[in-house]
Every structure is written in C-alpha cells, then in structure tokens.
C-alpha cells in the first residue's frame, strides 16, 4: 500500500488522511457518478521551500468542466485553491501525485444526478515513474473505447474507467505493459488513461479529439512544444496499420509523462526515437522549471 500524504480534503475540511471515509453505500461507488483529475507536484529545485504544478489551472478548469456533466457547480477557482491548500498543509518533500475528485457522495440507491449530494475530495501520494523510461510494450485490446454519444468523453468521469481497467488487465495478463485502445469505427483511440502520437515521415500524428479520445493536457502541451520547434503535427484518424509502419510512437499523460512504445503486438519498433527524446526532455526541462519559456504553465506554491 503506498504512503499517502498525511493530510486529505474531505467535505469541505482538511482532515487526516485516515479518517476520510465513506459508507459503503455512497452512490458514486455504485454508480460511478463521479469525476476526477490528476497533476504532479515536485520541489522547486533551486527552492526547497516552494512547490511547482504543471498547468495547475487547465487542470483545475478541466475537472470543473467534468463537474458539470454530474449537474454540480464547482468553480475552476475553488479547485484551484483547494489544491494549493493542500499542498501547503501536506508540504511534499518529494515529487508528489495529486488526485482531485469529486462525486455523489451521499448515500442512495437510485441512479440520479438531481437532488443528490455533491462533493470535492483530494488525497496524494508520492510517485516516480509511472511507466518505464525504456519503453513499454503494448497490444491493441478487445475492449473498444466507448462513444462521446453514449457517455460524456470531453470529461474525466470515473464510470469510464472500466473500460481502461478490463484493458490493462488483459494487456498485463497476456504478457504486455499497456493496451492501446480502438474506439467504436475500429481507429486508434489512445491508452488505458494516456494519449498516443505517432511520427512518421517528420510529422507528430495524434488521434484528432473527434475520435473519442480525452483532451489530454499534456497532450496539448506536446502539440504546442512540437509546433514551436518546428516539428509538424497532424490531428486525424489513425488506423492500426499505421502503428507498425511509422518511426515512432510514444504514449503521453500526467502519470506517464511522454514514455516511448518499443513494442506493438509482435512488431518491434525502432530504439532510435528522435522527436521523442526532443519532446521528453523539453516537457522535463519545462515542469522542472529549467525551461522558462512557458511561465504561465508553470504555478508554485510557497510553503509556509
């Protein structure tokens, strides 16, 4: 079991870790109604004392979007500060997870939206790396990603995390590390909780967010480093063949950061990755604030 950080926000309070339960019958955990967020916090290294997120106000206004898709209110604004509470009450001594969530989190047996008990949870955790820096190796799942028709993909939803789940269950039990995703017209979607980018021929190709997949933030962020050094990029539908004939493929997210895929089904891709060691040690150099090109990407916390 990991060790959390001391101190959760629960129902709006700060209280030990240890005593933010729930009841058993809590309707997000039958019914998942709930929605959720997630950043990395690190030390500032030239500041011990200060804590740097990375776009730590596109992930406070992302969850406020999800939180509308559960009919709840929950201002950008609020999260945002929540967060730096936190942070500040807990005062990480190493690079730290922060996971926001929010849910109906009064207990009932009807699955509803209205008249039901919303509320905003955030607990952390230490974590390193998420995936291996060497590269991982991944199959196409028999599970497909669900359609934004039939469930509101534009938010981070805790009910869509089945899917994700089935998927790298299978992709571990059958000898891999991940699972890459179709969604429902049989065209690369992205990962179990990361986006996918292909090059090929000098270009970065990326699912367009048509394609059912989340718009990830780190996946913006890539687009626009990529852009800015001159690197094309081209937002379309993928097929899977394209998978085994391109240059490079990497996986993308806040937990995995930008980790490269080495492997495809029985397709061995190739070691040398050029634009992915570019974009991997831009993206560091910018959330360890070595990079200062995109100041307002970048928000510190003072520790008290």
């Known amino acids: 079991m990991p060790d959390f950080l001391p101190i959760a926000y629960f129902k709006d309070?700060?209280?030990?870790?240890?005593?933010?339960?729930?009841?058993?019958?809590?309707?997000?955990?039958?019914y998942g109604t709930g929605a959720f967020g997630g950043l990395r916090a690190i030390p500032n290294p030239q500041n011990p004392r200060q804590i740097l997120t990375f776009r730590l106000d596109r992930h406070s206004k992302r969850l406020s979007q999800s939180a509308r898709f559960l009919h709840f209110d929950?201002?950008?604004?609020?999260?945002?500060?929540?967060?730096?509470d936190f942070v500040?009450?807990?005062?990480?001594?190493?690079?730290?997870?922060?996971?926001?969530f929010i849910c109906t989190s009064e207990m009932g047996l009807v699955p509803r939206l209205h008249n039901i008990e919303k509320s905003l949870f955030v607990f952390g955790l230490p974590m390193g790396d998420?995936?291996?820096?060497?590269?991982?190796?991944?199959?196409?799942?028999?599970?497909c990603r669900q359609e934004d028709r039939s469930f509101p993909l534009r938010g981070k939803i805790t009910g869509a995390y089945i899917t994700s789940s089935l998927a790298k269950t299978e992709a571990i039990e059958s000898g891999f590390d991940e699972a890459i995703l179709l969604n429902a017209q049989g065209k690369v979607c992205e990962a179990t909780g990361m986006n996918i980018f292909l090059v090929r021929d000098g270009k970065l190709?990326?699912?367009?967010?048509?394609?059912?997949?989340?718009?990830?933030?780190?996946?913006?962020?890539?687009?626009?480093?990529?852009?800015?050094?001159?690197?094309?990029v081209v937002q379309r539908t993928v097929?899977?063949?394209?998978?085994?004939?391109?240059?490079?493929?990497?996986l993308c997210g806040t937990a995995a950061k930008i980790t490269?895929?080495?492997?495809?089904?029985?397709?061995?891709?190739?070691?040398?990755?050029?634009?992915?060691t570019q974009l991997k040690q831009k993206l560091a150099d910018i959330t360890e604030n070595r990079d200062q090109s995109?100041?307002?990407?970048?928000f510190a916390i003072d520790l008290p």
């Not at 309070?13 to 039958?30: D, K, Q, W, Y």
């Not at 097929?239 to 990497?250: G, I, N, Q, T």
């Open 74 to 84: 929950l201002p950008a604004a609020k999260i945002q500060q929540v967060l730096v």
């Open 260 to 276: 490269p895929i080495r492997q495809i089904e029985n397709y061995t891709l190739p070691t040398e990755r050029p634009v992915t």
């Open 88 to 100: 500040q009450k807990n005062a990480p001594t190493e690079p730290v997870y922060l996971r926001p």
């Open 239 to 250: 097929d899977k063949s394209e998978l085994y004939a391109c240059e490079e493929v990497f």
């Open 13 to 30: 309070r700060f209280i030990p870790f240890s005593e933010a339960n729930v009841s058993i019958a809590t309707h997000g955990l039958h």
């Open 205 to 232: 190709i990326t699912p367009d967010v048509d394609q059912d997949v989340l718009e990830g933030i780190t996946r913006d962020s890539i687009i626009v480093l990529a852009q800015e050094m001159g690197i094309p």
């Open 294 to 298: 995109h100041p307002d990407w970048i």
């Open 130 to 143: 998420y995936l291996s820096n060497d590269g991982v190796k991944c199959r196409i799942s028999s599970w």
